[in-house]
């Protein structure tokens, strides 16, 4: 069964760091690109990151460009999410997201439509 597991979430405090990681068990994600959404209350999903098959592309919102990096290690078949100088407006619940990407070298999408394995979401509160 294919499962994605996020995990890192928790509590900081504006201008703190967290490393979120989505870690696959199921499936190889080997020949998947991965993106990080987020939602907070009342607002719509939104594209965070995400990075191609083989880690060379990736892409970010300009809401998060400078302070937000996404890698991922496919041996350990986990991408993680360094999020660096967090405010309050990135407080929300972070989902990691999977979709075939077999050459690796197509730029990834920011869509969350364009994803069909997702992980149950970890809580990211940014607040003093």
């Known amino acids: 069964q294919l499962q994605l597991v996020e995990s890192g979430g928790g509590l900081v405090q504006p201008g703190g760091s967290l490393r979120l990681s989505c870690a696959a068990s199921g499936f190889t994600l080997d020949y998947y690109a991965i993106g990080w959404f987020r939602q907070a209350p009342g607002k719509e999903r939104e594209g965070v990151s995400c990075i191609s098959s083989r880690g060379t592309r990736s892409n970010y919102a300009d809401s998060v460009k400078g302070r937000f990096a996404i890698s991922r290690d496919n041996a350990k078949n986990t991408v993680y999410l360094q999020m660096n100088s967090l405010e309050p407006e990135d407080t929300a619940i972070y989902y990691c997201?999977?979709?075939?990407?077999?050459?690796?070298?197509?730029?990834?999408?920011?869509?969350?439509?364009?994803?069909?394995?997702w992980g149950q979401g970890t809580q990211v509160t940014v607040s003093s």
């Open positions: 997201a999977a979709t075939t990407d077999i050459s690796g070298l197509r730029l990834c999408s920011r869509g969350w439509a364009d994803y069909n394995h």
